[in-house]
């Protein structure tokens, strides 16, 4: 499958990482929207947020258990948007599911 996150997972695509376990994978976004902003991706490939199903939920919720703990050693004390595209209404253009992360700023409240 031709997909740039699982190339990163898989270390064929070079990525600063940030953090790493058995099940996910956490590096630095391409071209940040914000001081920081990193991506927290499944290793398993799940394209977007309609592709979470009872199988393969149990990463969502280690992504979500885990975000804190990246999110304090990315220095984001003061807070911190998790946030996810899916489809094309919003601009997703990677169909690898993943939440991006960002911070180190007081963030815009215009979501939409
Ligand atoms: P989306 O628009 O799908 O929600 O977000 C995809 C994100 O992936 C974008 O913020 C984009 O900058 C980032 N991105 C795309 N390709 C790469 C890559 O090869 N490496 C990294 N680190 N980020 C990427
Ligand atoms: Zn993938």
Request: with cysteine.
């Amino acid at each position: 499958m031709d997909c740039i996150f699982c190339k990163i997972v898989d270390g064929s695509i070079p990525s600063k990482k940030v953090y790493e376990d058995d099940q996910i994978v956490c590096f630095y976004d391409l071209e940040p929207q914000a001081p920081v902003h990193a991506l927290i991706i499944p290793k398993a490939h799940i394209a977007c947020v309609d592709d979470i199903n009872e199988s393969n939920s149990s990463v969502v919720a280690h992504i979500f258990e885990k975000a804190p703990e990246i999110a304090k050693s990315l220095g984001l004390e003061n807070g911190y948007r998790l946030v996810s595209n899916c489809g094309a209404d919003a601009g997703q253009t990677v169909f690898h599911l993943h939440f991006h992360l960002l911070g180190g700023k007081k963030l815009n409240t215009n979501m939409a």
